[in-house]
């Protein structure tokens, strides 16, 4: 379980993982050692799984982002297609939905043109 202070904590490292432990406490109010002590505490429990860097994808060249609605005529090659998606480096995400699509794939493109490109087949 956790309380208003795990919450606010785990609020602001969603916002900027990267501020360091004086800094937030600082915000917060808070002794540097609680904020620590609290932060190990939720990473041990699961709350925080992990920490990443956020891409400028303008700046890589992938700054096209696309999602796409796909429906399948098979409904049993799904775990295929699944599979052919997460080989792409150009996808990002990957859901299983309901409703007439069976699948929707955030993806990220140089331009328009290699969008016509993108197959899972």
């Given at each position: 379980m956790i309380d208003e202070t795990d919450k606010k904590i785990l609020s602001e490292l969603s916002i900027d993982?990267?501020?360091?432990?004086?800094?937030?406490?600082?915000?917060?109010?808070?002794?540097?050692?609680?904020?620590h002590n609290r932060i190990k505490k939720l990473e041990k429990e699961?709350?925080?799984?992990?920490?990443?860097?956020?891409?400028?994808?303008?700046?890589i060249g992938r700054g096209l982002t696309t999602f796409m609605a796909i429906s399948l005529t098979?409904?049993?090659e799904i775990q295929d297609?699944?599979?052919?998606l997460a080989k792409d480096p150009r996808v990002e995400e990957i859901h299983t939905v309901t409703g007439r699509s069976d699948i929707l794939v955030k993806s990220r493109f140089?331009?328009?043109?290699e969008i016509a490109t993108f197959t899972f087949n």
């Open positions: 993982s990267s501020r360091n432990i004086e800094k937030l406490a600082k915000f917060l109010h808070l002794p540097r050692s609680t904020v699961g709350f925080i799984k992990g920490y990443r860097a956020i891409i400028d994808h303008e700046k098979e409904k049993a297609v699944l599979k052919k140089h331009n328009p043109k």
